[in-house]
């Protein structure tokens, strides 16, 4: 049976383009009998607040959008991301780091789907692990697992490249976690079979794939679907002026006629779906 979430992170209200992802998440779902699971991504503690949580059930449900069993959060999984941390550690495929963000901006020699590419630096130096990162080895770790592949609904079947972002951080200083490693860990303890979610995050999936080759991790199908853009071509963002549902809920819009219209790929004017570029390195 097909299994497919959303996993919003509560750091700001939900507008239309989290609306589409989710729309897209639950349909997959229904239309083949699935179930659509709600993730929450909460562990980046500066920046989530719980009160954006209570207004996300508001707005699925005010979209029509219903969830499968309990809801996930991902900070009562710290542990369950220490202890895979532990478990690369002990691999010998981590090392801790201490670049600040500006040094890695200067010494960086690429650019990668999320900035500068890290350069490697600290991989072969004697670090304090004390407060530091601990970034993956990309290449050792590509070394041990051999070549790896991983289908998109969409793009087909690609080889994973996750050298395209550098040596990732997998368990920042403040967290036993990054994105990579937790959305990784929970999309296989949730028995997530289709991994659903926008295209800006198709390359994460390489590094993904990467993970779920290390940890002995089942491997999904992922479905990235295309963004709402505004007519620049950026996506929807809520600073830049992209109304939230919860105050389009309480002006007294109907949410299901939004979710409907969604479907039937009716947008506000000035904003399109991004054209279904997938990227591969
Ligand atoms: N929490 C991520 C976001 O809000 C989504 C992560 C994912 O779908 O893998 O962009």
């Not at 700001?12 to 179930?35: N, S």
Request: proline share 7%.
């Amino acid at each position: 049976m097909i299994r497919t979430r959303f996993a919003p992170s509560p750091n700001g209200p939900l507008h239309l383009g989290h609306a589409y992802a989710a729309m897209m998440a639950h349909d997959l779902a229904r239309t083949r009998g699935g179930a659509f699971l709600l993730r929450i991504e909460d562990i980046d503690g500066e920046r989530s607040r719980p009160e954006f949580v209570e207004e996300f059930f508001r707005d699925l449900e005010w979209l029509g959008l219903d969830w499968d069993e309990d809801v996930r959060f991902q900070s009562r999984r710290l542990d369950s991301y220490a202890e895979a941390g532990e478990r690369l550690k002990a691999s010998g495929l981590l090392y801790p780091c201490r670049c600040t963000r500006a040094e890695i901006a200067a010494a960086a020699t690429a650019m990668g789907p999320d900035g500068p590419v890290y350069p490697g630096t600290c991989r072969h130096q004697e670090i304090d692990p004390e407060g530091a990162a601990w970034r993956l080895d990309v290449a050792g770790a590509l070394d041990l697992t051999g070549p790896l592949e991983w289908t998109d609904e969409g793009a087909g079947t690609l080889r994973a490249a996750p050298e395209i972002f550098g040596d990732v951080v997998l368990l920042r200083k403040d967290l036993p976690a990054s994105y990579h490693l937790a959305a990784t860990l929970d999309d296989a303890a949730d028995g997530i079979s289709l991994v659903t979610r926008g295209m800006d995050l198709f390359p994460a999936s390489h590094v993904h794939r990467l993970l779920q080759a290390l940890l002995g991790l089942p491997v999904p199908l992922w479905h990235h679907h295309a963004l709402l853009v505004e007519p620049d071509g950026r996506k929807l963002a809520k600073r830049r002026g992209a109304p939230s549902l919860g105050d389009r809920r309480r002006a007294g819009e109907d949410g299901k006629a939004i979710a409907e219209a969604l479907r039937q790929h009716r947008f506000p004017a000035g904003i399109s779906l991004s054209a279904g570029l997938h990227q591969s390195p």
